[in-house]
């Protein structure tokens, strides 16, 4: 049987480690509008392509993880019609549910497969190949991923048609976002307790109050160092207040959101 030729689009801090990873078990192919985002790719044995529209033509299963919905539907627009019949497309990136399914059926217009498959564990996960991979898409096109997914996954789930990943990773996010929030009240009430930082986060972490949230924000030095994470977590929970029913409280993801805009204005 001959090897599943893949490719990576969206090769930043998340996507490049899962890239490396599908290396190590498939042929790959990447491109990045950088030239140098490529390079240590190429010094492993990657091949680069010129432009989005080479590595679509060139693959079986082609990943994808850019930043957001417009980007998503760029790159889509120049990829999916010069991909094979029976290619497949994997969106990693965490977007609309809505524009996952506009993606799956311009995939179908061109016999492509398509499953949405956003993912949890950031690099470290990635790195070690432990990742979550929350998929919606056709049973058919989840069985035909699944070899690639393996190679940077440990739980991958199928939870229904395209769309439903990516509503999976956004009620997580939220989660997330929220627990993080929670984190970060609760130390800023022990500080004011005169309770030493540190040493409240180690006994919260071995205590019935511990959750990933709050292990992730009691790492933190400073809240500006999470920056980057805050306003990634703040777009993905006005993703789901933009997708609940109108008869759904939102009022928690708002509070989520303001807490982690005060942790961007103190960077």
């Not at 094979?84 to 969106?91: I, R, V």
Request: aromatic share 4%; proline share 5%.
């Amino acid at each position: 049987m001959a090897a599943i030729r893949t490719g990576f689009v969206g090769i930043g801090s998340q996507g490049g480690p899962m890239a490396l990873r599908m290396l190590q078990r498939f042929p790959l192919t990447i491109w990045a509008r950088r030239p140098e985002a490529a390079r240590p790719f190429a010094e492993k044995g990657a091949s680069v392509a010129g432009a989005v529209e080479q590595l679509g033509a060139a693959c079986d299963h082609v990943g994808l993880c850019v930043v957001d919905d417009a980007d998503v539907l760029d790159v889509c627009g120049k990829l999916v019609p010069v991909m094979k019949p029976g290619s497949l497309l994997a969106l990693h990136s965490t977007v609309l549910p809505e524009t996952a399914m506009r993606i799956e059926a311009l995939c179908a217009q061109h016999g492509v497969r398509m499953v949405d498959a956003p993912v949890s564990g950031g690099a470290p996960g990635a790195e070690a190949g432990t990742m979550t991979v929350m998929c919606g898409g056709s049973p058919e096109a989840f069985e035909q991923a699944r070899p690639v997914f393996e190679s940077f996954g440990r739980l991958i789930v199928r939870l229904g048609e395209a769309g439903a990943g990516q509503k999976a990773k956004i009620v997580n996010n939220a989660l997330m976002a929220a627990n993080m929030g929670l984190a970060q009240a609760a130390l800023r009430a022990g500080e004011a307790l005169g309770i030493e930082r540190n040493a409240l986060a180690e006994l919260v972490n071995h205590s019935s109050g511990r959750s990933f949230g709050f292990e992730v924000y009691a790492r933190i030095p400073e809240p500006g160092l999470f920056g980057h994470g805050a306003r990634m977590l703040l777009k993905d929970t006005n993703l789901l207040a933009a997708i609940l029913p109108d008869n759904m409280d939102s009022a928690i993801i708002e509070k989520t959101a303001k807490s982690f805009l005060l942790l961007e204005a103190d960077e």
